[in-house]
């Protein structure tokens, strides 16, 4: 079991790809994916992420220099988390706009969405010198991970900072509390072991104000949770402020 002693929560970063996908449905610059970014930052969360896709079907390639604008100018102690797979067209964005933080994920650019962490093992070749270089560029990385214990010590001696679990199947099975259990112990075995190497964990996908509690208090080191889907969902009822202060008072702040 993790100990629980003196950590903090997990902080908060809002993933801004689903208000990105509900602009581009029209030629219209509505809703401002950097004014909802604003608005999040203003009601207490913690960081901004993007994942700009190659077909920039959600978050643009422009709009990266304003988000990392925003955090400059108006909350320089917020974080900017970009995520995506690592070409060298993605390395290059990356190197140009200056993230605190940089999340590799193993996506095929047709993928809707992420839905598996990398194979370290069998992926380290590829991955050790993309992190090597962001590294020396001063980025914090983080790696997209399964639940999967076994995996965290190839994934550490790739030279990265952190993972950050992948928890959809965790989220997939809210209406079956037994199955989601499983998942969570799942996780929670995986950031034991994460944390056991010297690596920091954070977690995302298909977060909920209901599921974060539980997972929170399983992992309590847990460093950070993104939530892009949830989130929005959530805010088209609630409000973008009042939707991050309902995520924060989840993750225990």
Same mark, same amino acid.
């Given at each position: 079991?993790?100990?629980? $002693?003196?950590?903090?929560?997990?902080?908060? %970063?809002?993933?801004?790809?689903?208000?990105?996908?509900?602009?581009? =449905?029209?030629?219209?610059?509505?809703? /401002?994916?950097?004014?909802?970014?604003? +608005? #999040?930052?203003? $009601?207490? $969360?913690?960081?901004?992420?993007?994942?700009? &896709?190659?077909?920039? &079907?959600?978050? =643009?390639? @422009?709009?990266?220099?304003?988000? &990392?604008?925003?955090?400059?100018?108006?909350?320089?102690?917020?974080?900017?988390?970009?995520?995506?797979?690592?070409?060298?067209?993605?390395?290059?964005?990356?190197?140009?706009?200056?993230?605190?933080?940089?999340?590799?994920?193993?996506?095929?650019?047709?993928?809707?969405? %992420?839905?598996?962490?990398?194979?370290?093992?069998?992926? %380290? *070749?590829?991955?050790?010198? +993309?992190?090597?270089?962001?590294?020396?560029?001063?980025?914090?990385? @983080?790696?997209?991970?399964? #639940?999967?214990?076994?995996?965290?010590?190839?994934?550490?001696?790739?030279?990265?900072? =952190?993972?950050?679990?992948?928890?959809?199947?965790?989220?997939?099975?809210? /209406?079956?509390?037994?199955?989601?259990?499983?998942?969570?112990? /799942?996780?929670?075995?995986?950031?034991?072991?994460?944390?056991?190497?010297?690596?920091?964990?954070? *977690?995302?996908?298909?977060?909920?104000?209901?599921?974060?509690?539980?997972?929170?208090?399983?992992?309590? *080191?847990?460093?950070?949770? /993104? +939530?892009?889907?949830?989130?929005? *969902?959530?805010?088209?009822?609630?409000?973008?402020? $009042?939707?991050?202060? =309902?995520?924060?008072?989840?993750?225990?702040?």
């Amino acid at each position: 079991m993790i100990s629980e $002693a003196l950590h903090m929560p997990a902080k908060l %970063s809002v993933n801004l790809n689903a208000v990105a996908m509900l602009r581009n =449905r029209r030629d219209l610059p509505w809703p /401002s994916v950097t004014g909802l970014g604003r +608005i #999040a930052l203003a $009601a207490g $969360a913690h960081g901004l992420t993007v994942h700009p &896709r190659p077909d920039e &079907r959600h978050t =643009r390639h @422009s709009d990266l220099p304003e988000i &990392r604008a925003l955090i400059d100018d108006e909350f320089p102690k917020a974080e900017f988390n970009i995520e995506g797979y690592p070409t060298e067209d993605f390395l290059a964005l990356v190197e140009k706009h200056q993230p605190e933080q940089v999340t590799l994920v193993p996506d095929d650019p047709a993928q809707a969405t %992420s839905d598996h962490g990398w194979d370290f093992a069998g992926q %380290s *070749a590829f991955l050790t010198p +993309i992190v090597r270089r962001l590294k020396k560029g001063g980025f914090r990385v @983080s790696l997209f991970s399964d #639940a999967d214990p076994l995996g965290v010590t190839a994934a550490r001696d790739t030279g990265a900072d =952190r993972i950050e679990l992948y928890t959809g199947p965790y989220g997939g099975y809210h /209406s079956d509390s037994a199955k989601a259990l499983r998942e969570l112990e /799942s996780l929670a075995k995986t950031a034991e072991a994460a944390i056991a190497a010297g690596l920091q964990v954070n *977690a995302g996908h298909d977060l909920v104000v209901s599921n974060i509690p539980p997972l929170a208090r399983r992992i309590p *080191a847990l460093a950070e949770v /993104s +939530i892009g889907h949830g989130l929005t *969902a959530d805010a088209l009822e609630y409000g973008m402020a $009042a939707t991050v202060g =309902r995520f924060l008072k989840a993750c225990g702040w």
